[in-house]
Each structure stands twice: as structure tokens, then as C-alpha cells.
């Protein structure tokens, strides 16, 4: 199994959008290393939710429902592919959402793509980096995991 981060900007499409919906086309996405990450996903892999620009920090967790195929909002189906997209299904909310402040703040995610990559909107994760996100999104505590 394998652990990802995608990030989406809460007003245009966030995690109450994600709930909702229940099922989500992961597309328009038009960054290489992206694409290339999203081709990556696995189905069952794990994805922590992340809001940017407001608030920004990971609220949620979701799971990877389908893996990629070519995405149907680029505008030249008769192109070959070179865009692709992810089906996402939501599993849970975190009870805290854990910001970036404390994401930056914790020792142990000094090297999260996160923070060396911080443009970047689907990256992938260490375990170990996405059972602390996670244990900090339940209790809200750091440290050993």
C-alpha cells in the first residue's frame, strides 16, 4: 500500500464538497510530477485531504477507488493521453485538523514533501509521515508513532 497527500483549495472544492459528493474524479491536474504520481496510485492506496490557502492542513482521509486513466476534462480527446486522473472516496474526517503550522512545527516531518515541495497538489508520503498526520488528526499530539 501506498500514501499520498492531494491538496485542493477549500472554497473551490473541499472536504464538506468531497463528503458530499461521496466519490470523487480526481482531474485537472496539470503539473508532470503530479500526473505522474496520480498514475502511481494503487487501488486501496491511502490519500490524506489537505486544504490550501485558508486554513491550510489536512482534514480528512480518503482512499483511492480507481486507479488512472485518462482524463476526460482535457480539452483534445483525440490527442493521446498525457493527463490523467484518480477516483477518490472519502473515509474519514479528522477529529482535528492538523495545520501546516503544526506540520512545520513536528521534527519527525522536517522532510515531508509537504514543506520541500509545497506547490506541489498530489505528492506521495512516507508511512511513517502519514500514521503521525494521522495520529495528531485523532488526538492531536505529536511524537513517536
Known amino acids: 500500500m501506498n500514501y499520498w497527500l492531494v491538496k485542493s483549495e477549500p472554497d473551490t ?10 466519490r470523487a474524479v480526481w482531474d485537472g491536474v496539470r503539473n508532470y510530477q503530479a500526473r505522474n504520481n496520480l498514475r502511481l496510485m494503487q487501488l ?3 490519500v490524506l485531504f489537505y486544504h490550501s490557502i485558508l486554513n ?3 482534514v480528512g482521509l480518503a482512499t483511492v477507488v480507481r486507479e488512472s486513466y485518462p482524463d476526460p476534462t482535457f480539452p483534445d480527446a483525440s490527442a ?3 493527463w490523467f486522473v484518480v477516483e477518490l472516496e472519502p ?3 479528522l477529529a482535528k485538523p492538523v495545520t501546516l503550522a503544526q506540520i512545520k512545527a513536528e521534527p519527525m516531518l522536517a522532510a515531508i514533501g509537504l514543506i520541500k515541495q509545497s506547490r506541489l497538489s498530489v505528492m506521495p508520503i512516507r508511512p511513517d509521515e502519514f500514521e503521525l498526520i494521522l495520529k495528531m488528526g485523532m488526538t492531536g499530539e505529536a511524537g513517536s508513532v
Request: charged letters at 15%; proline letters at 9%.
Open 91 to 93: 473515509v474519514m474526517a
Open 44 to 46: 486501496g492506496d491511502q
Open 80 to 82: 493521446p493521453a498525457r
Open 13 to 22: 472544492y473541499g472536504w464538506h464538497h468531497f463528503t458530499k459528493q461521496g
Open 56 to 58: 491550510p492542513g489536512v
